[in-house]
């Protein structure tokens, strides 16, 4: 089995930062010490670099179907630009399609996946309904797939929209498997009556994208989601939470001791509502739902990250191009696919505008960008640490060295970037995806289809190996 010695860094986790070499065995850390030596060890010299595990994505859409187009980047595109980005493993969610089997989408899901990925990968799995079918399925799948997520759609009328009852049994399911319940928490019902009226007064540019999706309607469907979570004794992991109207929601649904989990993105982080306002119908490249919020919402968000009550860090991946796709909304807002290109630099931004300016520590960037995410996925140890038996998904990252966010310049399959001409201190400079380069000096030496499928652990459970799943109760 080969060697490889990581000498030189500081080794930075979610809760340590010290200098120590790391002795890589095939596919794992064999040991992490000071001073190792071994003669027929591949020497990596970290000097100067963070050695940080790999960023763990929980939220991705890579050739997805959705507003009458596929979202652009694949699994070999965005892989690849995610692993240029410092990630090593993604969860993309598998959509099903109602009154059909759950089992048609995930052989698709696997298909688009099993020769392209270059990092490791695995599904959450969409629940549109509850029937004798879903319920069926649904323990054969978390078993034989070790899906142990599932998502529920509260907005998207007409397309992927759920109703109370199909977010209420699923979250009853999900305790019951020991699975974790993803929502995309907004009034879809209320959405679909502010676009009609919008449409109707002739208000079709891309700003009334975000005019009709307002934080309101964010934060209600937060609030319902917890209590029923809290009805249920259940467990949830709200996505890409926009503004404080439902970070608020978070933080109390977590103080009444409801098990209930927060992440944010990047684009709502650094980017507010004024790019929907741009002249040329280019608003439309900055299209995702929830929208853009007001900038003040962008210091809430960095509090809550700060003070715990929201805890990850997903980059909520779906690109379109601009010409093509995006325009398909011209002259219709609501017909703009929703979504952009955010895979690859998630962890940069987040280094550079949490870590460097002083808004979150550097063990809570580690554990935003990875751990808490293989954590809650159930995927660590495995995956989201630097520790002896752990998989060697290893980012070494240069701390200082300044760059400039561009679509001349990123990996992504789009026509733009969402984060142009953005200044970023920090950023990674060889990654490895178990003991394998795949970004090598930045430099793209991975392989096609050396990603693997990972069969998660139920929710709070443990993962060390594949196989350790199946013993898990
Ligand atoms: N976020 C977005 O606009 N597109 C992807 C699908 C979703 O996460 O809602
Ligand atoms: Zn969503
Ligand atoms: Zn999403």
């Known amino acids: ?43 990596i010299d970290a000097e100067g670099y963070y050695v940080m595990p790999g960023g763990v994505d929980p939220h991705t859409h890579l050739e997805m179907p959705f507003g009458g187009t596929v979202s652009k980047d694949d699994f070999e595109t ?30 698709e899901w696997h298909a688009k996946s099993k020769d392209k990925a270059v990092i490791d990968y695995s599904f959450h799995l969409m629940i549109g309904e509850i029937n004798d079918e ?9 078993k034989e ?28 399911t999900a305790k019951e498997l020991g699975a ?11 959405i679909d009556y502010l676009v009609n009226e919008a449409l109707s007064a002739g208000n079709t540019a891309p700003i009334y994208h ?35 109207e439902s970070a608020s929601k978070i933080k109390e649904a977590r103080e009444k001791g409801y098990d209930v989990w927060g992440e944010t993105c990047p684009q709502y982080l650094v980017l507010d509502q004024d790019k929907l306002d741009l002249p040329d119908f280019e608003g439309a490249k900055y299209v995702w739902s929830p929208p853009l919020r007001e900038k003040w919402n962008q210091d809430k968000l960095w509090s809550a990250l700060k003070n715990g009550s929201l805890q990850t860090i997903g980059s909520d991946q779906c690109s379109f191009d601009f010409d093509g796709q995006k325009t398909l909304g011209e002259g219709d807002f609501s017909k703009i696919p929703n979504g952009g290109p955010m895979i690859e ?37 495995k995956k989201g640490t630097i520790a002896v038996g752990s998989d060697a998904d290893i980012v070494l990252f240069d701390p200082v060295k300044e760059r400039t966010i561009s679509v001349d310049t990123h990996h992504m399959a789009v026509d733009y ?13 060889t990654v490895l995806s178990r003991g394998e380069f795949v970004i090598k000096d930045q430099q793209f030496v991975g392989t096609l289809g050396a990603g693997q499928y990972i069969k998660r652990a139920r929710y709070g459970e443990r993962l060390v190996n594949q196989a350790d799943r199946i013993a898990l109760k």
């Open 1 to 43: 089995m080969g060697l490889k010695l990581i000498k030189n860094g500081t080794i930075v986790t979610a809760s340590d930062m010290y200098k120590a070499d790391i002795l890589i065995e095939g596919e794992q850390v064999a040991l992490i010490g000071t001073n190792l030596t071994y003669d027929n060890a591949e020497i």
């Open 78 to 107: 965005g892989t690849i630009a995610a692993a240029f980005g410092g990630t090593t493993t993604l969860i993309d969610f598998c959509i099903t399609r109602k009154g059909e089997s759950l089992q048609n989408p995930i052989r």
């Open 134 to 142: 879903v319920m069926k399925e649904l323990p054969v799948i978390l």
């Open 145 to 172: 797939e070790g899906i142990t997520s599932f998502k529920v759609f509260m907005a998207y009328k007409d397309v992927f929209q759920a109703d109370d009852g199909t977010l209420f049994q699923t979250l009853q």
């Open 180 to 190: 974790l319940v993803m929502v995309h928490a907004e009034n879809g019902d209320v």
């Open 210 to 244: 975000a005019l009709t999706r307002p934080p309101e309607a964010e934060g209600e469907a937060t609030a319902r989601a917890a209590e029923l979570t809290g009805l249920a004794g259940s467990q949830l992991y709200v996505v890409h939470v926009s503004c404080e």
């Open 345 to 381: 630099d998630r962890f940069s931004i987040l280094f550079s505008e949490g870590v460097k300016k002083g808004r979150i520590s550097i063990n809570q960037f580690v554990d935003m960008i990875s751990t808490r995410s293989a954590k809650l996925f159930g995927m660590y140890p």
């Open 417 to 429: 970037s969402a984060f142009e001409g953005m200044q970023v201190t920090g950023e990674p400079v």
